[in-house]
T-cell receptor, first 117, second 118 residues
Framework: AQKVTQAQTEISVVEKEDVTLDCVYE???????LFWYKQPPSGELVFLIR??????QNEISGRYSWNFQKSTSSFNFTITASQVVDSAVYFCALSEAGGDSWGKFQFGAGTQVVVTP | DAGVIQSPRHEVTEMGQEVTLRCKPISGHDYLFWYRQTMMRGLELLIY????????DSGMPEDRFSAKMPNASFSTLKIQPSEPRDSAVYFC????????????????FGPGTRLTVL
């Protein structure tokens, strides 16, 4: 069975500090996909990034970066030089590619990020 | 392009009433998902469809919940009769399986319907 753990319930930082969100997953599939979503106070869920299990290359997009390590089953997310607009709940999700599970997401519990000026 | 559209955005009803939530997926997407979000249980997948056919409804909490997808551009989630514990935000999401390998399968979410059952 697939499982996603976001151990950090809430992280509070002061603007311009870096913040790293942890995500640890469990799966029996050899092919799977990992995602990060952002849910700002307005409530919508915004897709940030997708990673495939066979692509461990880390990625940077502006102030966002992602560190995918299959050896530790982790897919961590770092916000550099945080801003107040980064305040949101961030969800990590896992999708297995095999058979009937295709497209079905398992979401973590989410990490609330609070950035204060 | 329009994203996933949900209506109503807010619904307040009394216990025992029927509630119908509506969703229009992104045009061309072949998967549609219904989720429920609460503080206690987080994001739960209720049911999902592929090409209008229900694939997995194991997350539907009980017989009071039903979902339909009569065509590729419309789906409903119905609760009858509603109970206070059904109060939650209900999200609809859609995705597109672009290839047999299914690599591009991120889900795009609608704005959600906030349901309050009194």
């Amino acid at each position: 069975a697939q499982k996603v753990t976001q151990a950090q319930t809430e992280i509070s930082v002061v603007e311009k500090e870096d913040v790293t969100l942890d995500c640890v997953y469990e799966t029996r599939d050899t092919t799977y996909y990992l995602f990060w979503y952002k849910q700002p106070p307005s409530g919508e869920l915004v897709f940030l990034i997708r990673r495939n299990s066979f692509d461990e290359q880390n990625e940077i997009s502006g102030r966002y970066s992602w560190n995918f390590q299959k050896s530790t089953s982790s897919f961590n997310f770092t916000i550099t030089a945080s801003q107040v607009v980064d305040s949101a709940v961030y969800f990590c999700a896992l999708s297995e590619a095999g058979g009937d599970s295709w497209g079905k997401f398992q979401f973590g519990a989410g990490t609330q990020v609070v950035v204060t000026p | 392009d329009a994203g996933v559209i949900q209506s109503p955005r807010h619904e307040v009803t009394e216990m025992g009433q029927e509630v119908t939530l509506r969703c229009k997926p992104i045009s061309g997407h072949d998967y549609l998902f219904w989720y429920r979000q609460t503080m206690m249980r987080g994001l739960e997948l209720l049911i999902y469809f592929n090409n209008n056919v229900p694939i997995d409804d194991s997350g539907m909490p009980e017989d009071r919940f039903s979902a339909k997808m009569p065509n590729a551009s419309f789906s409903t989630l119905k609760i009858q009769p509603s109970e206070p514990r059904d109060s939650a935000v209900y999200f609809c999401a859609s995705s597109l399986r672009r290839s047999s390998g299914g690599l591009d399968n991120e889900q795009f979410f609608g704005p959600g319907t906030r349901l309050t059952v009194l």
